[in-house]
């Protein structure tokens, strides 16, 4: 069964920085690409970032890009999330998502984790 | 404000049908039928019913359907459940923005009566 179990999230200050983690199980981790999601309390969905199963090649949606930073331990099979100069606009809950096929990339995410709350604020 | 547009709510009564529209543009939802379809219970995290517009992964319920037609993917469930009562989040993958490589819809509250 899979299982996504994100840590790291809490109350930052604006400008300040957290790292997010996401340790993955049963499945073979190095085989897909991984995504972040996040969702503002009460709003939709946003995607955050992707990295493919390598660990290769990264991507970030505009309003983060220079910010955070993605990056995975293929050997811990754990995903992270460094993000630095943190907004307002950044509290959300944070999810680590798994593709769903091992072909995609920021595509359709099959199995999520339970999400681990970020809240920026003063 | 969100890429892709979706109603705030939808209802329906328990063994009706009910379709959730999502339209984008010719750079997502009509250029790749690459459109998915999200199922979220309150303080639970998403699950993906349906993907590539029409194809539900396994253990899906088949009374859970996708289609498209130009810039509007619609999600349609039959025979409503009270447990279907939960918000549908769509998505899909989008060349509108070389950094961005998918856009969700703002979700749709579906009430059971």
């Known amino acids: 069964e899979v299982q996504l179990v994100e840590s790291g999230g809490g109350l930052i200050q604006p400008g300040g920085s957290l790292r997010l983690s996401c340790a993955a199980s049963?499945?073979?981790?190095?085989?897909?690409?991984m995504n972040w999601v996040r969702q503002t309390p009460g709003k939709g969905l946003e995607w955050v970032s992707a990295?493919?199963?390598?660990?290769?090649?990264?991507y970030y949606t505009d309003s983060v890009k220079g910010r955070f930073t993605i990056s995975r331990d293929n050997s811990k099979n754990t995903l992270y999330l460094q993000m630095n100069s943190l907004r307002a606009e950044d509290t959300a809950v944070y999810y680590c998502a798994m593709e769903f096929t091992v072909t995609t990339v920021g595509e359709k995410f099959g199995s999520w984790g339970q999400g681990t709350l970020v809240t920026v604020s003063s | 404000q969100s890429a892709l547009t979706q109603p705030a709510s939808v209802s329906g009564s328990p063994g009706q049908s009910i379709t959730i529209s999502c339209t984008g543009s010719?750079?997502?939802?009509?250029?790749?039928?690459?459109v998915s379809w999200y199922q979220q219970h309150p303080g639970k995290a998403p699950k993906l019913l349906i993907y590539?517009?029409?194809s539900r992964p396994s253990g899906v319920s088949n009374r859970f359907s996708g289609s498209k037609s130009g810039n509007t993917a619609s999600l349609t469930i039959s025979g409503l459940q009270a447990e279907d009562e939960a918000d549908y989040h769509c998505?899909?993958?989008?060349?509108?923005?070389?950094?961005?490589?998918?856009?969700f819809g703002g979700g749709t509250k579906l009430t059971v009566l």
């Open positions: 010719n750079s997502d939802v009509g250029g790749y039928n690459y």
């Open positions: 990295i493919t199963g390598s660990g290769g090649t990264t």
């Open positions: 998505s899909s993958y989008t060349s509108s923005n070389r950094n961005t490589l998918v856009v």
């Open positions: 590539d517009v029409t």
């Open positions: 049963g499945f073979t981790f190095r085989n897909y690409a």
